[in-house]
């Protein structure tokens, strides 16, 4: 297949450093406001605190370092945008469309190129603009921009159910408190994975390694200590890594119970200021609550959420599948 140096292709530049102020209708774009899927965060919204870096239709940005390039694609009915000096702002050119780009920089294909110029956690324009762009793709565009549209939707969804089952689980376990979460549970402390033994070891986002230590004797609840809050179970017969708190039900307790409670809480109110905000256990323990009867609609909500789950993660899956195809990796 034909490869050109991608600055042929499109235009890549970094942005002007400016800062953010109160919303005035013009939306600043910073690396913290970017989700998967060209999406964005719908709270904290801000302007920029300067007249630069305006967005035009079709823009892609990436971020200046990390290790996933994770494009956000520009749209104009998102209303007038400006983009945070992080991020390097793509412009495809003729006869390249932005989507072209956009499904090219999301390939496996261009994530390894983008893992071997690293430098630290930083990718330098340099690097970026001579990456061997792909000048056709092996199946057509359309196919995979449908797709990405069809998984936004499911998105959009799936947060619709999990905000209507929070809403049911603050009125089930919130209001009427008469307890505190360290009624029901205690703090053990996490371990680190020692990538050798057979009990997992799990972290915020899965198991992350193993150990000798014996697992739990019951299923636990962990929670992530530091922002983004992030709420797990950690199953019977593992243990907790030590970036998570690990609580442990007491004798008569649910975990599903306290794991409820945790997700019905406002975290982010009870996080340390800092330059890394994080929880600490003692306002944690601390939390209002209460323990209703059992409840078989929050059941039902949870295993819709997890059906909404399993179909998202199929669709997700399979379109990456097709993106590897149309440009697949011969670097």
Not at 169 to 192: F, H, K, M, P, Q
Not at 298 to 325: G, P, T, V, Y
Request: net charge positive; aromatic share 10%; charged share 20%.
């Amino acid at each position: 297949m034909e490869v050109i140096p991608f600055y042929k292709a499109a235009e890549v530049m970094s942005g002007r450093h400016m800062g953010s102020c109160a919303y005035y209708g013009v939306r600043y774009i910073r690396i913290r406001d970017v989700l998967p899927y060209s999406m964005l965060k719908k709270e904290a919204i801000v302007s920029p605190a300067g007249e630069w870096n305006r967005l035009s239709d079709g823009d892609i940005l990436i971020p200046r370092s990390g290790s996933n390039p994770s494009p956000y694609l520009y749209r104009e009915e998102t209303g007038p945008a400006a983009f945070a000096s992080f991020f390097y702002r793509i412009r495809a050119s003729s006869p390249f469309t932005p989507q072209f780009i956009y499904f090219q920089i999301r390939s496996s294909r261009f994530g390894k190129y983008w893992s071997m110029g690293l430098q630290g956690r930083n990718v330098t324009l340099s690097w970026i603009k001579e990456y061997p762009c792909l000048t056709s793709p092996g199946i057509g565009i359309q196919p995979l921009w449908l797709a990405e549209l069809s998984i936004r939707t499911q998105l959009e969804l799936l947060s619709l159910l999990e905000d209507r089952w929070k809403n049911s689980l603050r009125i089930y376990y919130i209001e009427g408190a008469d307890r505190t979460l360290g009624d029901l549970c205690e703090n053990i402390s996490g371990v680190c994975p020692e990538h050798k033994g057979d009990t997992p070891v799990i972290g915020p986002h899965g198991i992350c390694g193993y150990t000798q230590s014996p697992g739990s004797q019951v299923p636990m609840v962990g929670v992530h200590k530091t922002a983004p809050i992030k709420v797990i179970y950690i199953p019977k017969g593992s243990v907790g890594s030590k970036k998570l708190f690990c609580l442990r039900p007491f004798k008569g307790e649910d975990y599903r119970d306290i794991y409820r409670i945790l997700c019905a809480s406002e975290l982010e109110k009870i996080l340390t200021p800092g330059t890394t905000q994080h929880l600490s256990l003692k306002p944690l323990l601390k939390i209002p609550c209460r323990v209703p009867p059992a409840n078989g609609s929050l059941s039902c909500m949870e295993k819709e959420i997890q059906s909404a789950k399993k179909l998202l993660a199929l669709c997700q899956k399979r379109l990456q599948q097709l993106i590897d195809i149309a440009f697949p990796d011969e670097l």
